[in-house]
C-alpha cells in the first residue's frame, strides 16, 4: 500500500513540521478547550493482578526518554531537540533558514526569532543559544540537526520562487569536509557551507561531546524521505536510497572526524512508509531483494561502510511516530479529544509499540501487521543488522495533549520506552496547550515536586489485564530498597481493584502514591504511609488515572549480584 498520497498524507508532512508555527498552517485544534466532562464510574471495579518479581532479569532504563522538541522551564527535560524542518535549510554562517512548504518556502530569520537568539548575525547563534537554554533548564542532553539536502538558505529575504530553485543565488552549497583550514569566523562571501567547520566551531566553543556540559548528538538532517515535498526549492527531486546512503556515510565520517564522541543520530524516518520503502525510493524497489524493509537495507548499508572505516557511523537509529490509529473512523491525532471512542483508541494505541496481541485500527494494522509492535521489530532488525546501534524516537505525540487521554497515554509510552531500552525520545508538542503531557513526564520525574524520579533500572512486572491496566516498574541503580511503580488505569468508568504481589528478599513496609487524573493535570499525593504486609497489597484506582507507588523497606541491601544485561555496545 502506498503512503504517497491522499489527505492523511497531507497531514503527515504539514503538521509534523519542526519549528514552523504551526497555526500558520492550519488551525491548531484546540483540545484544551473541549476538556471532557468527568466520566461517570462503574460501581463494579476490575480485578486486576499486578506482579513484580526482582529476581529477574533487568535492564537499564535511560534518563535521555525524558526529552522534548522544546525548551520548558516548567518541566526537567533531560535532553532537547532540536529539530524539524527548518533545520534541512539552515545556514549556521548567518542563522538563516527556510521554511519549505510549511510557510511560503520562505528564506528569514525564523529560528534566532523563535530562540530569542541576542544576536542573529553571529555565526552559530541559534545553536549556541539552544545549548545555554539547555543548560539552564537543566537538561542534559542537546541534540542537533546537520543540514544534508545539498544546499542551505542564503539570505533573509523571504520566499523563494519556483524560478530560484537551487542551485541559484537563494541558496548556498553545503560541503560536509572544508578542503581548507577551519576559520574563527567564516567566510561570508564564498558559496559554501562547511558542516564540518560548523561542528569544529562548536567543539572550540564547548569541547567535544562527551565531555561538554550538555552532552551533543547530531541528527543527519530531518525527514529524508519527504524532502522533495517539505523541501521542493532544495531538493525538488525524490530522495533515493543510494543518494541517503551516500550522504550519511560522509556526513557521519565529517563529524566523527572533528568530534570523535559525538553519537549520529539518522536516518530521521518520518514515520512508517519512510521506514518500509524509503518513501517509495525510485531505486528501493531494485535493492529491496532480500529485505523486510528499508530499514533493514539501510542498517546493512550503515554497517558495511563503518566496518570499511573502523569507524561507527551509525550510534542512534532515529525514527518519528505520529500514530495512525483510529477510534470509530477518526483518527487520533488532529481530532481534538473526541468522543470516548476516539479517547480509548488514544489510550490503547501505545500497544503498538509492544504488544504482539493487539492490532490497531489503521491502514499500517490492517495491510502491515507484520511489522508492528514497532519496537521489538526495529530492534530486532538491529541485532541482525547493525548490532549495538541504539533506538530514538525523536518526535511522537498521541493528541488530546490537554485531556487525560493524552496524558495516558504519554505516561504508557514513557514506560514503555524505558522497558523496552530506547535510547533517547523527545515528545513534540502539536497543540497550544500539553498541560497533560506535561502532567504525563511529571509523574515520572518530578512526582513529589523535589525532583524526585522513577528508578533507572527497569524491574520484571506484569498486569494481568493488559487492555485497561498497565505497569512498570524500577529501582535506582542496584538498591532494591526503594521501589517504584507507575501503574495506568486506562478504563474510562471502571476502577481497578489491583491486587499486588512483589517477589523481593525486601520485605516493603509502607508506600506513599501520587496520582495524574481527570480531575488536574498537576501531580498531586494521592495518600501518604499506607502499610504493606508480606509484600502484597491492594489499591482502588479510579478510572483514568496514573499512580506513582513509591515503596520502601526498613533494609538498604544493594542486590548487585542480580543479572544486569549489557545492552549497548560501541563496537564499528
Given amino acids: 500500500m502506498k503512503f504517497s498520497g491522499g489527505f492523511a498524507y497531507w497531514l503527515t508532512f504539514v503538521l509534523m513540521a519542526g519549528f514552523v508555527v504551526l497555526e500558520s498552517v492550519l488551525p491548531v485544534q484546540h483540545a484544551f478547550a473541549l476538556q471532557a466532562k468527568p466520566l461517570r464510574q462503574s460501581q463494579t471495579a476490575l480485578q486486576i493482578d499486578f506482579a513484580i518479581d526482582l529476581s529477574q532479569p533487568r535492564s537499564p532504563i535511560s534518563p535521555f ?20 524542518n527548518r533545520w534541512t535549510g539552515y545556514n549556521w554562517e548567518n542563522n538563516a533558514s527556510n521554511a ?40 542534559h542532553y542537546g541534540l542537533l540537526t546537520l543540514p544534508m539536502a545539498g544546499y542551505v538558505a542564503a539570505d533573509k529575504n523571504g520566499e523563494v520562487g519556483v524560478d ?27 558559496e559554501w557551507v562547511y558542516v564540518d567547520e560548523l561542528v569544529a566551531h562548536l567543539v572550540s566553543e564547548y569541547g567535544e561531546s562527551a565531555a561538554s556540559a550538555v552532552r551533543r548528538g547530531y541528527s543527519l538532517d530531518n525527514e529524508p524521505d519527504l524532502w522533495s515535498y517539505t523541501h521542493p526549492r532544495l531538493h525538488p527531486s525524490q530522495t533515493t536510497v543510494s543518494e541517503l546512503i551516500q550522504r550519511n556515510v560522509a556526513l557521519a565520517s565529517a563529524v566523527k572526524s572533528v568530534d570523535p564522541s559525538a553519537e549520529i543520530f539518522a536516518p530521521v524516518h518520518y514515520g512508517f512508509w519512510g521506514m518500509m520503502t524509503l518513501q517509495d525510493a525510485p531505486d528501493w524497489f531494485e535493492l529491496r531483494n532480500g529485505y523486510a524493509w528499508f530499514v533493514d537495507y539501510y542498517l546493512e548499508q550503515m554497517h ?38 476516539l479517547q480509548w483508541a488514544r489510550m490503547q494505541a501505545p500497544r503498538s509499540l509492544w504488544d504482539e ?42 493528541g488530546a495533549e490537554n485531556h487525560i487521554s493524552g496524558g495516558i497515554a504519554v505516561a504508557d ?3 514503555i520506552l524505558g522497558k523496552y531500552s530506547v535510547y533517547l525520545a523527545t515528545f513534540y508538542p502539536l ?20 525532583e524526585s524520579s522513577f528508578g533507572n533500572i527497569s524491574v520484571w512486572s506484569q498486569s494481568s489485564d493488559i487492555e485497561n491496566a498497565s505497569i512498570y516498574a524500577a ?44 480531575e488536574s493535570p498537576n501531580v498531586r499525593m494521592f495518600f501518604d504511609n499506607k502499610q504493606i504486609s508480606s509484600n502484597r497489597f491492594l489499591i482502588n484506582i479510579p478510572p483514568l488515572t496514573v499512580l506513582h507507588l513509591v515503596l520502601q523497606s526498613a533494609q538498604a541491601v544493594p542486590l548487585n549480584r542480580l543479572y544486569l544485561p549489557l545492552i549497548h555496545s560501541s563496537s564499528p
Avoid at 526518554?65 to 524539524?84: A, H, K, T
Avoid at 530562540?115 to 545549548?131: E, I
Wanted: charged share 20%.
Fill in 65 to 84: 526518554i525524558y526529552g522534548s522538541n522544546r525548551v520548558d522551564q516548567q518541566v526537567p527535560w533531560v535532553s532537547v531537540r532540536l529539530g524539524g
Fill in 100 to 139: 519549505g512548504s510549511d510557510w511560503f518556502h520562505s528564506n528569514d530569520d525564523f529560528v534566532c526569532w523563535f530562540l530569542s537568539c541576542p544576536d542573529s548575525n553571529q555565526p552559530a547563534a541559534a545553536l549556541h543559544t539552544f545549548l545555554e537554554m539547555v543548560q539552564t533548564s537543566g537538561g
Fill in 164 to 190: 530560484q530553485v537551487a542551485p541559484s543565488s537563494r541558496w548556498k552549497n553545503i560541503n560536509f569536509n572544508k578542503p581548507a583550514p577551519y576559520e574563527t569566523t567564516p567566510n561570508l562571501g564564498d
Fill in 304 to 341: 558495511l561502510h563503518s566496518v570499511s572505516r573502523n569507524l561507527r557511523l551509525l550510534d542512534v537509529f532515529d525514527f518519528h511516530w505520529y500514530p495512525e490509529a483510529q477510534g470509530c473512523g477518526k483518527r487520533i491525532l488532529w481530532s481534538e479529544v473526541g468522543d470516548e471512542c
Fill in 357 to 398: 496481541t493487539y492490532r490497531e485500527d489503521s491502514w499500517i494494522g490492517q495491510w502491515f501487521d507484520e511489522y508492528l509492535p514497532l519496537l521489538p521489530r526495529l530492534q530486532s532488525s538491529i541485532q541482525t543488522y547493525y548490532p549495538g546501534t541504539k533506538l530514538a524516537l525523536t518526535e511522537f505525540s498521541y
Fill in 413 to 415: 509510552v514513557l514506560g
Fill in 431 to 450: 497543540e497550544e496547550n500539553s498541560d497533560y503531557v506535561r502532567g504525563a513526564y511529571q509523574i515520572y520525574r518530578n512526582y513529589d515536586g523535589q
Fill in 475 to 518: 529501582i535506582h541503580d542496584l538498591n532494591v530498597s526503594q521501589l517504584h511503580l507507575i501503574v495506568v488505569n486506562r478504563n474510562l468508568h471502571q476502577a481497578v481493584q489491583g491486587n499486588f504481589s512483589i517477589e523481593s528478599p525486601l520485605n516493603y513496609h509502607s508506600m506513599d502514591a501520587w496520582i495524574l487524573d481527570q
